[in-house]
């Protein structure tokens, strides 16, 4: 009898991550340098992207993680790649599912099969701004604050439930760029990696639509860091 533990080692943890990527993967390199440097007690089982030029998928291989592609474009409806992405995904029975910069909507019946150990990264103080263009409509809107929210992912479009959101003020001489990368570097890169390790160490529930941060309801923002 064969199995295939070639590739467990003793510094496996048992709290494990799947993550899904389209593109730079900036995100994914902050959750696997948390994971490395101990502050996620977690494993990246794999990373999954849709795209075969993700850069990503570089930054998984360079931390020996499998990096796998499923390209959208070989299946002929949203359903039918769905399920064959789930199918990749419970090969490696994550505690978790990460979307880091997945840029791909995603069927009710995928979301419902993964319901409440699913989560999701938006560039923008949700609900302010679900979708695409996030910085230029809050420049457009004349914000004075902007950010990214960290949320479970629901059926609906970047509505689901908010467990932590980091804050920034944005600078009268701030464009789409200087705007984009702050909100990458000095928010996004920090409360990813926090939202995990508090879901690894069971610090955050969800029920009824209600994120709990050490058994207290959070509002309806999340948890609000600002930087
Ligand atoms: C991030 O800004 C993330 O919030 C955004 O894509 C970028 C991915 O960057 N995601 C969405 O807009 C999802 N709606 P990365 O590949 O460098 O992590």
Redesign the pocket.
């Known amino acids: 009898m064969t199995s295939d533990v070639s590739q467990q080692t003793s510094s496996d943890k048992p709290f494990s991550l799947v993550v899904l990527?389209?593109?730079?993967?900036?995100?994914?390199q902050s959750i696997i340098n948390a994971c490395e440097n101990g502050q996620i007690p977690a494993t990246i089982k794999a990373v999954i992207s849709n795209k075969n030029d993700a850069f990503?998928l570089e930054r998984a291989k360079k931390a020996s993680i499998p990096a796998l592609v499923l390209k959208h474009q070989d299946f002929t409806s949203r359903e039918s790649f769905d399920l064959a992405l789930a199918a990749l995904i419970d090969q490696y029975q994550p505690d978790l599912l990460v979307?880091?910069?997945?840029?791909r909507i995603l069927s009710p019946s995928f979301v419902e099969r993964y319901l409440g150990r699913l989560i999701?990264?938006?560039?923008s103080l949700l609900p302010l701004y679900p979708g695409?263009n996030?910085h230029q409509r809050a420049l457009d809107a004349d914000d004075k604050f902007h950010g990214?929210s960290v949320h479970f992912v629901t059926p609906e479009l970047?509505a689901g439930p908010v467990i932590i959101q980091g804050i920034i003020p944005v600078a009268d001489n701030d464009n789409i760029q200087s705007l984009?990368d702050k909100?990458?570097t000095k928010v996004?890169h920090l409360i990813y990696p926090q939202a995990i390790t508090w879901i690894a160490t069971q610090r955050i529930t969800l029920n009824d639509r209600i994120v709990y941060l050490d058994n207290e309801p959070l509002p309806v923002s999340g948890y609000q860091i600002h930087y």
């Open positions: 990527i389209s593109g730079g993967g900036s995100n994914l990503g979307l880091a910069g997945f840029m999701n990264i938006h560039p695409l996030t990214a970047d984009a909100v990458l996004e």
